[in-house]
């Protein structure tokens, strides 16, 4: 299981811990093994952002390879892989970075 997978999990089990509105650090989703960077944003904003089962929050620290970013604010981007065929099931996908 990649990085960034484990990482939106443990997202993913903060949220259910505290209301919607509370701001929050979550983990950098990307794939980088050294990477300790933090992204503050309520549970709801977090929860709004991964509506798709492929896309993860990685710092703007990283630059997101080309052709991946669905979203981007000044606290993080939100990169996405074209994943999704028509009838098949989502397979998680690893998010590569280009360290600026």
Do not use: K, Q
């Amino acid at each position: 299981m990649s990085r960034s997978i484990v990482l939106r999990e443990v997202n993913e089990a903060m949220c259910s811990l505290w209301s919607e509105e509370t701001a929050l650090e979550f983990f950098c989703e990307c794939d980088d093994p050294g990477c300790e960077h933090r992204i503050e944003l309520s549970a709801e904003e977090y929860l709004r952002e991964h509506v798709y089962p492929g896309s993860f929050l990685v710092a703007p620290c990283h630059r997101p390879a080309p052709g991946v970013i669905s979203a981007e604010t000044e606290a993080y981007f939100v990169v996405r892989e074209s994943i999704w065929a028509a009838g098949t099931e989502h397979r998680p996908a690893r998010v590569r970075l280009l360290h600026s």
